[in-house]
């Protein structure tokens, strides 16, 4: 077994070894391609920032059926050393003015700033003036804005459905006096006003309505511990900030998130990751004209055919997106076999943390996800992955409808012993698939946000027979929190899904049976509730239901399920995320 060492203060013309370390990652990562059998790489204490995503490709794969590891140094002993893989920027040059910071950041552009470790929040406001009406071209309100840099603001449309949540940006605003014309950007604005659209009976809507938050412009740099980057003037860039009290620009560390990619794998085999902290990331789309149409989950829409779907005819309509994209990854994986993380951390980032395309053999185990913009993990066209004992809090941050963990097309794949906690809508989702195995996770404070979800969320055909349909056994599913949503919910034509012995607690509703489209092939089976699923006093064709209890009264339903929520959550409990 090969043995490299890298440190902070090490030198990329040394020889790697423990005495004379690299400096850098990816020469580590050369030394290991042009070397010779399996391969250790030890990191030093400190954070590696990159100006380029790590790539690593087929060439950087495992030999002799033994993985090249990468792991921070101690890894696994009580001497573990703490190692951060940033795509941060550190801010200097700092002026204050009036009790604010400014900074000229010169082209650097972000929606992610960090201050002394912990996330800063984008300034905003709680919509448009009173009377402000939509227009052809954007709104119109009456009198002046206040606004500093109109076309850094951004639009926030909270439940435009009630499971999304879109943003748009500002062209620029015209006249004032009398009143004020905001256009906004295109082709976000248009795209919204054609894929917006439905008839729910109690609710109609034709395109966007008035934004629920207005965020990004210096003028709302009231609450402390807030920024707003004006991006007005070209590669002349000013960064806002509203200190907390105690801070002072000489001895507080800032870090704008400057890359969108930490880490990317293609064709990669057998390479494991132990250990690191992947930090400081960002997703620029989003600030774009195309802004981010989001539809469900992680996916949104960037342009192609909508059409209508019809719940019941002449009385419920929607329209949908033919095609979504998915919101990416700063972790990326592509066509990947055997990778592993294990105990790492993924904190601080614009986008999803960890994300897999068509890739087999994954495994993450033991990780931490917090303060996300989007999802942890999001498994697309995956077979046989393994996500197990991870702690995933705080995520969806910045994209609402992101859930904690989501599968789509996937075969095989498990999902076990994960504690999901503190996320705006689903914890686990699983769309349609082959084979997914979701069992003893616990969800709690799920749905913190948008509605219409669950603490576990399933959606279409998750097989063709019980051999390979899904299985959602022994999860713990608790606080399910805003109004409208099901604590474990199979939900438009699932079909072949075993659902056994699980807990749901603290729901609006406990689970649902019937759904359009219908459910089929589904077996409800053993799982205990608080309250009765609706549609179980009159079962749907096609839903088995048989041996669940419900008790309302909590203290029995506790007791009664005490084997069942010691098996959920995870297998190692922790505290938490370190402190920074």
């Known amino acids: ?9 090490g030198d990329d013309s040394a020889l790697g070894t423990e005495q004379r370390p690299f400096a850098s990652l990816d020469r580590a990562r050369s030394a290991v391609r042009h070397g010779a059998g399996p391969a250790v790489v030890h990191l030093r204490a400190g954070t590696y920032t990159l100006d380029e995503p790590l790539e690593f490709t087929g060439d950087d794969s495992g030999r002799d059926g033994r993985p090249v590891i990468y792991q921070a140094f101690g890894y696994g002993t009580g001497a573990q ?3 951060v893989i940033s795509g941060g920027a550190e801010i200097a040059g700092w002026r204050e003015r009036d009790g604010r910071w400014q900074a ?3 082209g650097l552009d972000t929606r992610q700033v960090a201050v002394d470790g912990r996330r800063a929040e984008r300034a905003g406001i709680d919509g448009l003036p009173p009377g402000a009406r939509r227009t052809g071209t954007g ?3 009456a009198g002046r804005l206040d606004w500093q840099a109109p076309s850094s603001v951004e639009f926030v449309y909270r439940g435009i459905y009630p499971w999304t949540e879109a943003r748009c940006g500002v062209a620029e605003v015209r006249g004032g006096g009398a009143g004020t014309e905001i256009v906004m950007a295109r082709p976000a604005f248009g795209w919204a006003v054609q894929l917006y659209n439905y008839d729910f009976e109690y609710q109609r809507l034709t395109g966007p309505g008035l934004p629920t938050r207005v965020e990004n412009d210096p003028a709302f740099l009231t609450s402390p511990g ?3 980057l004006d991006r007005t003037h070209p590669n002349h860039h000013v960064l806002h900030y509203l200190p907390r009290p105690g801070e002072h620009p000489a001895r507080t560390r800032v870090v704008a998130a400057a890359r969108e990619s930490l880490l990317r794998l293609t064709g990669t085999r057998d390479v494991g990751f132990r250990g690191l902290v992947f930090a400081d990331a960002t997703w620029l789309r989003p600030s774009g004209d195309r802004g981010f149409l989001h539809y469900h989950g992680s996916g949104y829409y960037d342009g192609g055919d909508i059409y209508t779907e019809v719940l019941i005819e002449g009385r419920q309509w929607l329209t949908v997106p033919t095609e979504t994209a998915t919101i990416p990854a700063c972790v990326t994986l592509q066509q990947t076999r055997g990778i592993t993380f294990e105990g790492c951390r993924f904190t601080r980032l614009g986008a999803t943390a960890l994300g897999s395309t068509a890739g087999t053999n994954l495994v993450v185990r033991g990780c931490d996800f917090d303060t996300l913009a989007a999802s942890a993990v999001t498994l697309t066209g995956d077979s046989a992955a393994l996500i197990e ?3 995933i809090q705080d995520i969806g941050l910045d994209y609402s409808g992101s859930p904690g963990i989501g599968l789509l097309g996937t075969t095989d794949c498990v999902v076990a012993h994960n504690r999901v906690s503190d996320v705006p809508h689903c914890g686990i989702v699983a769309g349609p698939g082959s084979g997914t195995r979701i069992s003893h996770n616990h969800t709690d404070r799920t749905m913190g946000v948008l509605a219409d979800g669950g603490g576990i969320y399933l959606a279409g055909p998750q097989g063709d027979s019980p051999s ?3 299985v959602i056994r022994g999860n713990l599913i608790e606080n399910t929190r805003t109004p409208y949503n099901f604590g474990l919910y199979t939900d ?5 899904v075993l659902v056994d012995g699980n807990v749901v607690a603290h729901a609006d509703n406990s689970a649902v049976l019937q759904v359009t489209p219908p459910l089929d092939h589904v077996v409800y089976r053993g799982n205990f509730w608080d309250s009765d699923p609706v549609g179980s006093s009159a079962i749907p064709e096609g839903v088995t239901y048989t041996d669940n209890t419900t008790l309302t009264d909590e203290d029995r339903l506790h007791a009664a399920t005490t084997a069942i929520r010691e098996r959920a959550g995870l297998l190692r409990p922790r505290p938490g995320p370190p402190a920074e």
């Open 139 to 141: 709104y119109r309100v």
């Open 492 to 496: 438009y034509g699932a079909a072949w």
């Open 226 to 228: 807030t920024f707003a």
């Open 1 to 9: 077994m090969t043995e490299f060492y890298v440190a902070v203060t």
């Open 104 to 106: 000229d950041v010169g």
């Open 389 to 391: 004992d991870n702690l």
């Open 81 to 83: 050393e703490r190692v």
């Open 468 to 470: 390979n349909g899904a």
